[in-house]
């Protein structure tokens, strides 16, 4: 079973500045992968950010980086230069990369708000 | 190119009442969820579709809930018999692979339902 774990109250940020919101997980797959969605006010889902466990770089996306540490089981999320489109609830994800049909979904944490300040 | 699209955005019904949401997905997209978010649960996988084979129906929380998916491309969730633990937004999800692979998925708006 995969489990994702989000446990940082509401998080804020001064524009401009970067911040990390953490992300643990548990599970018991070889071969997974991490992402991570931003889900704004207007309610979908933005896809940012992919790490893969085998993947010996850390991934980054322009103003995104994920901060792998395969061994501590964490994926937390970096945003530089925040701004204040920024301002969103944050979802960490992972999926099994080997087994096939349903064992592709994605498995969420709750989330985390980022709150942005001008 | 166009993303996913829902339809209705959103739906206000009557406990008991049968409700259809629908799902577009991204073309050449042939992997296709369904998701519900609500405030207790978070997000929940309800529904798998590959092509045009049988569903993965593992994540339905009820036999209230069943969905179809038309030519390998739009897809209906029909929920029977609404009932108010329902009430949730419903995300759609396509990708472009299936089985292993790192292909994102990639959501649509959501149709919030509201059972009163």
Known sequence: AQKITQTQPGMFVQEKEAVTLDCTYDTSDQSYGLFWYKQPSSGEMIFLIYQGSYDEQNATEGRYSLNFQKARKSANLVISASQLGDSAMYFCAMRDLVRTGANSKLTFGKGITLSVRP | ?116
Do not use: M
């Open chain 2, 1 to 116: 190119g166009a993303g996913v699209s829902q339809s209705p955005s959103n739906k206000v019904t009557e406990k008991g009442k049968d409700v259809e949401l629908r799902c577009d997905p991204i073309s050449g997209h042939t992997a296709l969820y369904w998701y519900r978010q609500s405030l207790g649960q978070g997000l929940e996988f309800l529904i798998y579709f590959q092509g045009n084979s049988a569903p993965d129906k593992s994540g339905l929380p009820s036999d209230r809930f069943s969905a179809e998916r038309t030519g390998g491309s739009v897809s209906t969730l029909t929920i029977q018999r609404t009932q108010q633990e329902d009430s949730a937004v419903y995300l759609c999800a396509s990708s472009l692979g299936w089985g292993g692979g790192t292909y994102e998925q990639y959501f649509g708006p959501g149709t919030r339902l509201t059972v009163t």
